[in-house]
């Protein structure tokens, strides 16, 4: 490749990878736009991945490693439409095949590059895939996650997602799902479609569980880039500032929110100091952009100015609880679910104490919502104690402890539980 | 590209629409159906007979079996169709989601088969 330099460092199989994995998302998007197939260019992408792995080591890192790739995958994708022998019959995007130098590549994929990459991020996030697959092409295409990273991510076998990912490109192909920006009228609720994977993609790595747990650090750290691609190809958004603030502002604390031996740290206990502040520093500045801004509200924006007064306290006490229940009531208005009413509850106990939010919660657990949720019973656990009706208190621990499903959970209850015990009984 | 819209709902309920709710759905169907005639997208269409009409009919074994109603008993019957041409999945969608049936019951939309 023309454009090699000599090896200046050595550039090992990880080195690569970690290109593959930051190039890959725009690589594909504009194999897809060359090749109008988004199966063929990922097949193409793959070879031209493997063709690094063989030449990058010896001939070094090329100028352009996405243009490279670009390049040697387009390459690869016209031999095998050749060696499949209906080459020439009914491919018209392939007529600037041959005039192909690394030049003119550039020139022709540099300027439009950014609505590449933001085609595809819509197109696997189109609403007439289904979620899980949505979450799986997105992590595959745009990300260049592996199968089987993903596989391991959600739990499932190699097998498993590899069929989900084949039936979620199948459905774009035979249904032809279009590989466009969605017009203007349709842009806001697919922007929701869109933020709703990522944020999922962020919690699924979020979530306390046992073991593989860097891969699952690896999942919020690509929820946020994919955040950052989006805002940066379509900006001054505050619904994609609000949830990349979001994000931030949880991640933040990362390094706080378990022990050494994975047990949860409840935020009022966690070490502040192990805060990343600049992480902070930057989703609270998201965070009053956001809220600053003409724009509607978004519920990401509220959420993460809930989650920023949380983290701005310099100590629990100092939380500034009454404006935490008024964001949750501006949450409820925009996002009236049962999840959302149960942690509006547990702020109105910190304003008008635990008999206020006890009523609340009784009343939505009346009503049947969440009744298999632990954090319901959980929260009226925790009610129960401050009001010192002990004996309610432990009953409803133990419900929780019935319903709970990950094991972290399941520690921090039972430790609650134990708690409980200590407290000397009334009478 | 071509889709097809499979219009459903619940039959029971579509009975009970009476006079004035059936000539509202009449005319909301024509004005469906003369846009799509004037927008290029109209191949065929129609409406179907109540499901209690319907035969099944399979071959097992060379032999023909008939059975008595749809396919699949679901809460939603099939009550017509529509056949249309559209740019893509996201085209095919605004059209189906103009289809008066949707407000109340859904439409099923599927590509159609090409053969080379």
């Known amino acids: 490749m023309d454009s090699a330099q000599p090896p200046k460092i050595p550039v090992t199989a990880r080195t690569i990878e970690q290109v593959f994995r930051t190039e890959a998302g725009r690589a594909l998007a504009t194999l897809i736009r060359f090749l109008n197939d988004f199966d063929l260019a990922e097949d193409a992408l793959q ?7 063989q030449q990058w080591p010896s001939h070094g890192l090329p100028a352009n490693p996405r243009a490279w790739l670009v390049q040697v995958g387009r390459h690869r994708a016209i031999d095998q439409l050749r060696r499949q022998q209906n080459f020439g019959r009914k491919q018209p995007w392939l007529v600037i095949e041959g005039a192909a130098t690394t030049c003119d590549i550039l020139a022709e994929y540099e300027t439009p590059v950014a609505d590449d990459l933001l085609r595809l991020i819509f197109t696997c996030c189109h609403p007439a895939l289904n979620l899980e697959a949505r979450v799986a092409l997105t992590l595959r295409a745009v990300c260049g996650l592996t199968t089987e990273s993903i596989a391991r991510a959600f739990l499932v076998s190699n097998e498993t997602m590899a ?5 979620a490109k199948q459905k774009i192909r035979v249904a032809k799902i279009p590989y466009e920006t969605p017009a203007t009228d349709q842009l806001d609720s697919r922007i929701e479609d869109v933020l709703a994977v990522i944020y999922l993609v962020f919690t699924e790595g979020y979530a306390v569980t046992t073991g593989e747990d860097l891969i699952r650090e690896d999942l919020c750290t ?5 955040a950052r691609h989006l805002i940066s190809l379509m900006p001054g958004r505050t619904d994609s500032q609000g949830l990349l603030a979001l994000m931030l502002l949880h991640d933040a604390r990362r390094a706080a929110r378990t022990t050494i031996a994975g047990d ?16 902070i520093a930057e989703g609270v500045a998201l965070v009053e952009a956001a809220l600053h801004s003409p724009q509607r509200i ?7 100015a809930i989650a920023a007064l949380h983290v701005e306290a310099p100590q629990p006490a100092l939380t500034d609880w009454p404006q935490i229940v008024g964001l949750y009531e501006v949450l409820l208005r925009l996002q009236p679910t049962p999840v959302v009413e149960l942690n509006h509850a547990v702020a109105v106990s910190m ?6 939010a006890l009523n609340l919660i009784e009343a939505l657990a009346a009503r049947g919502g969440l009744s298999d949720y632990h954090l319901l019973p959980a929260a009226r656990a925790d009610l129960l104690r401050r009001l010192d009706r002990h004996a309610e208190a432990r009953d409803a621990y133990l419900q929780a402890l019935a319903l709970v499903k990950l094991a972290p959970e399941r520690r921090l209850l039972a430790r609650r539980l134990a708690a409980l015990g200590e407290i000397p009984r009334a009478n | 590209m071509q889709y097809l819209l499979l219009i459903y709902e619940n039959e029971a309920q579509a009975a009970n629409r009476g006079q004035a709710g059936m000539a509202t759905m009449m005319s909301e169907y024509r004005t469906f159906t003369q846009g799509i005639i004037q927008g290029g997208q109209f191949k065929a269409g129609d409406a179907l007979q109540p499901s209690s009409t319907a035969t099944t009919v399979k071959v097992r074994d060379g032999k023909t079996l008939t059975t008595d109603g749809p396919f699949a008993e679901t809460r939603e019957q099939l009550g017509g169709y529509y056949l249309i041409e559209a740019k893509n999945l996201d085209e095919a969608i605004v059209i189906a989601a103009r289809v008066p049936t949707a407000k109340y019951g859904s439409i099923e939309v599927r590509p159609v088969m090409v053969f080379n």
């Open chain 1, 351 to 356: 304003v008008d104490g635990p008999a206020a």
């Open chain 1, 298 to 304: 978004s519920r990401y924006a509220v959420q993460a």
């Open chain 1, 47 to 53: 070879e031209a991945f493997t063709a690094a792995l």
């Open chain 1, 264 to 279: 949860i740290v409840l935020l009022e206990d966690q070490d502040r100091t192990l805060w990343n502040q600049q992480l």
């Open chain 1, 222 to 226: 690509e929820a946020i880039r994919l």
């Open chain 1, 163 to 167: 069929q989900r990912l084949v039936r």
